[in-house]
């Protein structure tokens, strides 16, 4: 079955920058769609980016211009560069893969946090 698992959160100064990474198992990696989702206390959890098969990406207003998310298929793992960090994009980060277009969420990895520091 599909496995997910995300790395590369931690601690970091507001301006600063961090790399998450998401590794998955499974074979529908390079034909599904890829997305990051973050959830911060109290609030609901939102989509922050998402890159399908094709490599079309889509961006949370909220995060347009400073995060970019890219995917190696190769590799079956996806990737979220976060730049220019602002406290409120303290969350728990979690990546998830869709099978099918427009579809659920299929897959999602454990989650992992990320602490902006003013």
């Known amino acids: 079955q599909v496995q997910l698992g995300e790395s590369g959160g931690g601690l970091v100064q507001a301006g600063g920058s961090l790399r998450l990474s998401c590794v998955t198992s499974?074979?529908?990696?390079?034909?599904?769609?890829m997305g990051w989702f973050r959830q911060a206390p109290g609030k609901q959890r939102e989509a922050v980016a998402i890159?399908?098969?094709?490599?079309?990406?889509n961006y949370a207003a909220s995060v347009k211009g400073r995060f970019t998310i890219s995917r190696d298929n190769a590799k079956k793992t996806g990737y979220l560069q976060m730049n220019s960090l602002k406290p409120e994009d303290t969350a728990v980060y979690s990546c998830?893969?869709?099978?099918?277009?427009?579809?659920?969420?299929?897959?999602w990895g454990q989650g992992t946090q990320v602490t902006v520091s003013s």
């Open positions: 890159i399908n098969s094709g490599g079309s990406e």
């Open positions: 998830a893969t869709q099978v099918r277009p427009g579809g659920i969420w299929d897959y």
């Open positions: 499974g074979r529908t990696f390079s034909s599904s769609a």
